[in-house]
Nanobody
């Protein structure tokens, strides 16, 4: 069964760090681009970061310099290291897989999504 499973979310204080993980199974994901999106309550889903099979990375302006996306192809896992977290980073974070390999912020190119992991930043 093809699936993406996120983990690592939680409740943290402003300025803290978290690392999200997304484990992929059921396909060979080495040629895919992988992305992270997030959705806050009553807001549209938004792009956070993506990484191609060749390690090209893209970030939303709101997270540049604070978040880092990486992948371990051997483990079929993609990570999102989140530093200097802010209350506005509070959202459900979703991992997604793009078989076309382009990645980026267009959600329509991603054909497999995880169930999401909650990140809450509050003092």
């Amino acid at each position: 069964q093809e699936q993406l499973v996120e983990s690592g979310g939680g409740l943290v204080q402003p300025g803290d760090s978290l690392r999200l993980s997304c484990v992929a199974s059921g396909r060979t994901f080495s040629s895919y681009s992988m992305g992270w999106f997030r959705q806050a309550p009553e807001k549209e889903r938004e792009f956070v970061a993506s990484i191609t099979w060749s390690d090209m990375k893209s970030y939303a302006d709101s997270v540049k310099g604070r978040f880092t996306i990486s992948r371990d192809t051997a483990k079929n896992t993609v990570y999102l290291q989140m530093n200097k977290l802010k209350p506005e980073d509070t959202a459900v974070y979703y991992c997604a897989a793009d078989p076309g390999g382009l990645g980026g912020g267009d959600a329509s190119v991603y054909d497999l999504w995880g169930q999401g992991t909650q990140v809450t930043v509050a003092s």
